[in-house]
C-alpha cells in the first residue's frame, strides 16, 4: 500500500463502525445529525485555526511521508477531517452510551471533578509556561471546562463518562499517529511527557475537541427540540 493514504485510511477507520451503526434503528443516530453537523463544523473552525498557527510556528508538524499532499491553508486535506471523523465516531459514543446505559456513577460529583480538573490544569500550563503547546492547549481546556462548570450542564456526568471510554479509541488512533509518526512534535514546546508515544497533553486536547462539540451538539439540539432538555443545566445551575 502507498503509505501516503495512511492518514486518510486512519480517518476511514474511525469513523467507518460508528457511521454504519448511526443506522441501528433503536439507536437512530443519523435522526441527530441535524444538531451534529453544525457542532462539528463550529469546532472544525476553531481547531483548524490553532492547528494552522502552530504549525506555522513549527510546534508540530505532518510527515509527508503518510499524507496525500492535498494542503488547504497549511494543514494537510487528512487533518481537516481529523476534525470530522474523531468527533462524530466520539459523540456517537457519547449519544450510545445516554441511550445503552442512562444512569452513570458521575452526576452527582460532575461539578466537583470539573472544578478540580480546571484548577490541576492551570497548576500544570503555569509550571509549563514557557512551553507553547503546553501553555495554549492546557489553558484552552481549562477555559471550557470553567465554563461548562459555571453553567453546571446536567449532562456533564454522562461527559466525563463518555470521555473516559473516548481515551480507548484515542490511545489506539493517536498511538498510530504519534508511533509512525504521521504527526510530529516539537518537544521543547511540550512537557517532554509520553503516554507510550502520545504527548500527555494530548489526552486534554481530546477532551477539549469533545467537550466543545457535546457542548454545541445538545445547544443544537435543544434549539431543533431534538431534545427538549438536552442542554438545560442542572437544577442549581446557571441560566
Known sequence: MDPRYTYLLINLGSILVPFIASFEPRLRFYRQWKALLPALLITLVFF?????YLAAWDVWGFNPKYVLGIYWWGLPMEEWLFFITIPYSCLFIYASLNYLLPREPFSRHARNITGAWVV????????GYDRLYTGIKLTRTAVLLAYAWYRDYAWMGKFIRCYLVSLIPFLLVNGLLT???VVTYDDTENLGIRLLTIPVED???TLLLLLMNVI????????????PDASAPSPNGHH
Open 48 to 52: 483548524i485555526v490553532w492547528d494552522h
Open 120 to 127: 490541576i490544569l492551570l497548576f500544570v500550563a503555569a509550571l
Open 179 to 181: 508511533a509512525l509518526p
Open 203 to 205: 489526552t486534554q486536547y
Open 216 to 227: 454545541l451538539f445538545e445547544n443544537f439540539k435543544r434549539r431543533l427540540r431534538l431534545d
